[in-house]
């Protein structure tokens, strides 16, 4: 494998993660439309990914559990934490310096980790 073309999230009500997603973290939709999903693009179309009503039943499972998805910004992260705050996101903790840069995790209405990071300069993820 080389690398991950697209990912997409099981969601309990589409609409109230399609409004945490836009209104509160920034996302834009793509424009495509599909009553089940919303597609959405992150960095000026750089990222994209899906949520989507279930596939199957998950009444009564915990979801979000183990999954995190990753979104390099372009902005300094501490500008977005400031953001996110005056927009009444719940932060996972402060800002993490790790190897690949600095990190800022938040959780989504089903629990997925959404994280957030700034990449240092001489990272190279490729």
Known sequence: ????????????????SKT???NQLGFEFSGMSNPQACV??????EASFAIRTPIGNIDGKEL???ASLWFAIN?????L???????????????NNTPFGKTLMVRDPDGYIITFLEQTKTSNND
């Open 40 to 45: 959405f693009k992150f960095n000026k179309g």
């Open 75 to 79: 902005e300094q992260i501490e500008e």
């Open 1 to 16: 494998m080389r690398k991950l073309d697209f990912a997409s999230l099981q969601v309990r009500d589409l609409e109230a």
């Open 64 to 66: 979000g559990v183990g």
């Open 81 to 95: 934490e400031s953001q996110l705050t005056e927009k009444g996101v719940t932060l996972l903790g402060t800002i």
């Open 20 to 22: 945490f997603y836009t």
